[in-house]
T-cell receptor, first 115, second 115 residues
Framework: DTEVTQTPKHLVMGMTNKKSLKCEQHMGHRAMYWYKQKAKKPPELMFVYSYEKLSINESVPSRFSPECPNSSLLNLHLHALQPEDSALYLC??????????????FGEGSRLTVL | EDKVVQSPLSLVVHEGDTVTLNCSYEVTNFRSLLWYKQEKKAPTFLFMLTSSGIEKKSGRLSSILDKKELFSILNITATQTGDSAIYLCAVEASAGGTSYGKLTFGQGTILTVHP
């Protein structure tokens, strides 16, 4: 079982909806990540938080808004999404971003469908 | 731009066969190479390689990195149906603070093991 917990596992939303994806880890990791994965494609990095501060934003559209309330939690707020945003959203954590990602622990992902 | 290429893209074998998966990369300031196995959802960590020529081994899986020739291989011996998955290679590069924590994934190799 993964030690990174993501909720919800599945989400269907309309283009005008506002929803959030949540991620939680209790391994004491100080770096947390959001990845987006389309079918049969590798994960693509979206955001990196290190010590609760946003350190990498891979030019992600503003309709995706990350938030790190504390070292254990990572949220991804969604608003006015497009159908092409439908994908598996993976959260990951690692001990310390400054030391390199090393071993990333992935959650099971939230499967998002935008209608 | 950092680049990671895996081959073959897909592979079908029978139980008991040995397979070799390849990963070549072009990155600036290489830091580490990681292998992940992805079944239905979350990628799970297999190996991290940072030094050339060192073999990492876990049961039937082993991996080696050649930093001079810029590639890595993942070997699986005596394959089982449970080895069926997508195998992802990822490379971490450092280029100042903004690139720490960024993994570039290859496209993955889809391995199917038939009974």
């Amino acid at each position: 079982d993964t030690e990174v917990t993501q909720t919800p596992k599945h989400l269907v939303m309309g283009m005008t909806n506002k929803k959030s994806l949540k991620c939680e880890q209790h391994m004491g990791h100080r770096a947390m990540y959001w990845y987006k994965q389309k079918a049969k494609k590798p994960p693509e990095l979206m955001f990196v938080y290190s010590y609760e501060k946003l350190s990498i934003n891979e030019s992600v559209p503003s309709r995706f808004s990350p938030e790190c309330p504390n070292s254990s939690l990572l949220n991804l707020h969604l608003h006015a999404l497009q159908p092409e945003d439908s994908a598996l959203y993976l959260c990951a954590s690692s001990q310390d971003r400054l030391a390199g990602p090393g071993e990333l622990f992935f959650g099971e992902g939230s499967r998002l469908t935008v209608l | 731009e950092d680049k990671v290429v895996q081959s073959p893209l897909s592979l079908v074998v029978h139980e008991g066969d040995t397979v070799t998966l390849n990963c070549s990369y072009e990155v600036t300031n290489f830091r580490s190479l990681l292998w992940y196995k992805q079944e239905k959802k979350a990628p799970t960590f297999l190996f991290m390689l940072t030094s050339s020529g060192i073999e990492k081994k876990s049961g039937r899986l082993s991996s080696i990195l050649d930093k001079k020739e810029l590639f890595s291989i993942l070997n699986i011996t005596a394959t089982q149906t449970g080895d069926s998955a997508i195998y992802l290679c990822a490379v971490e590069a450092s280029a100042g603070g903004t690139s720490y924590g960024k993994l570039t994934f290859g496209q993955g190799t889809i391995l199917t093991v038939h009974p």
